[in-house]
Every structure is written in structure tokens, then in C-alpha cells.
């Protein structure tokens, strides 16, 4: 008589966590937490930080359910990439429903958190922004034009301005100017991922720019949009929310993109590519946090 084979409970627990794309999520969580803190002046009460808990684990909720829709969709699409092939949906571990339930039970979780705990409007930009990566982007975008990743990337963008709007119940021009920062440092940032992936989306049949209008094309869009992106990180300053300190960093850092977006120009390597890569997550990381440090030292 044959057996069943066991559950792993753990095993599954972690095909489900994995759905969640957790460093990505963990990213978005954070750019939402500095649209919290700097929503709020001075230091934080501890009402203040008791909501901003709550909020942040709503968006994450929220976050994870859009990036398990994400994986759903796109399973056929990551079996064939080597960055995303190791995914539970790609390799057949979770099934279509499994995946459906998983994503609609967080969603509804992290939307309810935010609507009872937090406030209503920081519920519905944040189911806005859900239908906007995984419906609008995924399933509409990403396979149609090479322009995905610009447009779409306005959902990529809201979680300053969800983290924003969870303190003071609106939204400000100071949390669209942090919303600008993102939109605007998401193509250089997604572009260089792309060029030394290009076969991966080649082989996937997806539109995107390196593979539908060339290497040397791609690569000039990079170090134009890093000029763009250094004026729009020079906003917060400009419109008064920060101080020099937060200038003379957002000035460093963002010249330190442009110089490696000009050397990926004049110069392409795979390796090089994905060092600017690597830079653009240090870049908006660094470029936060100082306005964390300009806030509360400045």
C-alpha cells in the first residue's frame, strides 16, 4: 500500500514567503516609513509610532499580496529567466489557486488594517497602487511596450506618499516631490538590471528597451535619465523640506549615478552594468536616509 507523501509545513511556509518577494517589499516598506517619519515634525509620539507600525504592516501586506499576483501572472515568463526561474510559481511548488488565495487573503488583510487602523485614503492608494503594479504594469505594460518601466513605474513611486498620507490623513506636495524622486530614478535604475539581462527578456518575449531598441540606445536613456533624476533630488531642498546636509549628500549621490551612468555610455560591460545597478539601490537608500538625518539634526 502505497503512502502519502508528508507536508513540510516549513517548506511550504517558506514557497509562500517567497511569493512575497521580500527585498523588494522590505525596499517599498522603507521608502514608506521615511514618508511617515518626515510627514511628522520634530520627534514622534508614541501614538505616532504605534500608527506608523500599523500602517507599515498593512503596506506590507498589501505589497506581498501585488508581488505574489505578480508571480502568478508571470510564472510562464520567470521559468525561462535564470534571475527569476527559482520561484515557487515558476518551478510548479504552489499552484494557480494557491497562489490566487495567498494573494487575495493578504490583500484583503493588509487593506482592512489600513482602512479600520490607519485611515480610508491611505486604504484606497494603497489598493490603487496594488492594481497599478500587478493588473496595470503586469498584465497590461510589461508585455506591450518598451515603455513599461516608465509608466508603470508610478506605482513603484507611492510609497512615500502611502506612508505620507497614513500620518496626516492627505497628501502634500512635499510627499509628491518623494514620489517624483522614485519615478524618476526607476528607469536608470531598471535599465541597467535590463541590459545585462537582456536575454533573459529576449527569451521571455518581453518589450523592454534594451531589447527592443538596442544596447547603445538603452544605455544613452540611462545617462539622460540620471540628469533628470539629479534636478528632481534636488526638490526637497529647493521646495524647503531639508537643509544643505541633505543637498551636499543628494549633490554626491547623484553625481556618483550620473558618472556611472557616462562610464556604462562610453564604455559597456555586463560587469559595469550591473555595478550601476547595484549603485542605484545604494543611491536611493543614501539619498533617504539623509533626509531622516536632515530632518531630525537640521
Known amino acids: 500500500m502505497s503512502v502519502a507523501p ?19 517589499v522590505q525596499l517599498i516598506v522603507f521608502c514608506a516609513l521615511i514618508g511617515m517619519v518626515l510627514a511628522v515634525p520634530g520627534v514622534p509620539s508614541l501614538s505616532d509610532v504605534g500608527l506608523a507600525a500599523v500602517a507599515s504592516l498593512g503596506i506590507w501586506l498589501v505589497a506581498g499580496a501585488a508581488a505574489a499576483f505578480n508571480c502568478l501572472v508571470e510564472k510562464g515568463i520567470d521559468a525561462k529567466m535564470k534571475r527569476t526561474a527559482w520561484r515557487p510559481t515558476a518551478k510548479g511548488e504552489l499552484s494557480d489557486r494557491q497562489s490566487l488565495v495567498f494573494s487575495a487573503l493578504l490583500c484583503t488583510a493588509g487593506s482592512v488594517v489600513l482602512y479600520v487602523w490607519v485611515n480610508p485614503i491611505t486604504m484606497w492608494l494603497t489598493f490603487a497602487t496594488f492594481v497599478g503594479y500587478a493588473v496595470v504594469y503586469t498584465v497590461i505594460l510589461k508585455p506591450l511596450t518598451p515603455q513599461n518601466i516608465v509608466i508603470g513605474g508610478a506605482s513603484g513611486a507611492m510609497p512615500p506618499v502611502l506612508g505620507w498620507a497614513a500620518m496626516t490623513g492627505d497628501v502634500s506636495p512635499e510627499a509628491l516631490i518623494l514620489f517624483l524622486i522614485i519615478f524618476l530614478w526607476t528607469p536608470p535604475h531598471f535599465w541597467a538590471l535590463a541590459l545585462y539581462r537582456v536575454e533573459d527578456y529576449r527569451k521571455a518575449g518581453l518589450p523592454m528597451l534594451p531589447v527592443t531598441h538596442g544596447n547603445e540606445f538603452t544605455r544613452l536613456q540611462v545617462l539622460l535619465y540620471t540628469f533628470v533624476l539629479f534636478a528632481g533630488c534636488l526638490m526637497p531642498f529647493v521646495y524647503g523640506m531639508s537643509s544643505w546636509f541633505y543637498l551636499v549628500a543628494a549633490v554626491l549621490l547623484s553625481g556618483g549615478f550620473i558618472a556611472y551612468a557616462f562610464r556604462l555610455w562610453r564604455s559597456y560591460s555586463d560587469d559595469l552594468a550591473r555595478r550601476t545597478f547595484r549603485f542605484s539601490l545604494i543611491h536611493l537608500s543614501l539619498l533617504f536616509a539623509a533626509l531622516l538625518i536632515d530632518h531630525y539634526l537640521f
Not at 509562500?16 to 518577494?21: E, G, P
Open 6 to 24: 508528508s507536508v513540510s509545513y516549513p517548506s511550504l511556509a517558506r514557497q509562500f514567503y517567497a511569493l512575497t518577494k521580500p527585498r523588494v
